[in-house]
């Protein structure tokens, strides 16, 4: 991941907060994770943010509704985020995504190779068949990144959508990472026109001799 080298040399001070999470219900918190975390390395590809986020962090969502990943199967993962080919797989078995995953338009992202991103909509507390709490999972997994997230309130009614914000706590960290790809690409122009010079320069002695 381009933004390992920043992480480790900035380790504490990446832990205390980089960008807050404010969100109510269990879904719309993790959909401000995810959203928080684009924001903050807006150039990660597809590859590096499943690496961000593996799917061992939310193994036990898929119990609870039909879908493409029930009955439970431990072998398939649901995972946090799913690109949006997903879409299609649900049509394809006539499933209806949604049901699953934010697909408003509003609620989805892309990476910076142009691949959509779906967020799970099922998040479990400790009453799964993992026991595992796969939204305090995300929470403890993202610090690394950056990334804090205030009380979340439970999902007490159905279909209720709840909502979040994300707040910048420390501009500098923030204003370095975000720039990062910005400074690689000075350097990487300036490489260029220097080897461009000296090729040139080459070139005409060659012809000159």
């Known amino acids: 991941m381009k933004y390992s080298s920043f992480l480790k040399r900035n380790k504490q001070e990446v832990q205390k907060g980089i960008i807050l999470v404010t969100g109510k219900h269990m879904n719309r918190t993790a959909l401000g994770i ?30 609870n509704y ?24 649900c049509i394809q078995n006539g499933l209806d995504c949604n049901a699953s ?29 993992t026991g595992e709490n796969d939204l305090q999972n995300l929470i403890n997994h993202v610090k690394q990144y950056g990334i804090v997230v205030n009380s979340f309130e439970p999902k007490t009614e159905p279909f209720k ?7 910048i706590l420390n501009n500098e960290l923030f ?18 026109v220097f080897i461009i010079l000296v090729l040139g320069v080459v070139i005409f002695k060659f012809l000159n001799s």
């Open 34 to 63: 995810v959203d928080a975390l684009l924001t903050l390395y807006p150039q990660v590809s597809f590859e590096e943010l499943k690496e961000m986020l593996p799917d061992t962090i939310n193994p036990s969502a898929p119990k």
């Open 101 to 129: 995953h934010f697909t408003a338009e509003n609620e989805t992202f892309k990476t910076k190779d142009g691949i959509e991103v779906l967020v799970s909509k099922s998040w479990e507390s400790n009453d799964t068949l």
């Open 175 to 192: 204003n370095k990472i975000t720039a990062q790809k910005s400074k690689n690409n000075s350097w990487l122009i300036v490489g260029a």
């Open 66 to 89: 039909k879908s493409l990943f029930a009955p439970y199967n431990p072998n398939r993962k649901y995972g946090v985020v799913q690109p949006g080919t997903i879409k299609e797989e």
């Open 161 to 167: 959508k709840g909502s979040y914000q994300i707040h």
